[in-house]
């Protein structure tokens, strides 16, 4: 697993979402009207991360690159 501490995003996120769009720990629900709202699956273990995070998440130290997903590049 990877840990992005304060490292920036080298791939195209969605910028209204962030970070969580990208994350291993990132959960959209979609509600009958349509509406989209990403939940953070961390938070369920960890009271330090917040259900559901304000969007956009620019910087989070819990962050972890989704499967197929290239994550957030080098510090540099
Ligand atoms: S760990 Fe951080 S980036 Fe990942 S889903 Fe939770 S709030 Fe979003």
Redesign the pocket.
């Known amino acids: 697993m990877q840990d992005a501490g304060s490292a920036e995003p080298a791939l195209a996120l969605d910028p209204a979402v962030g970070?969580?769009g990208a994350?291993d720990?990132?959960h959209c629900q979609v509600s009958a009207s349509g509406s989209r709202f990403w939940r953070?699956l961390?938070a369920g273990r960890d009271p330090g991360?917040r259900r559901y995070?304000p969007l956009p998440?620019e910087r989070?130290p819990?962050?972890e690159a989704a499967r197929g997903n290239p994550g957030p590049g080098p510090d540099s």
């Open positions: 970070l969580c994350c720990h990132g953070c961390r991360y995070p998440v989070c819990g962050f």
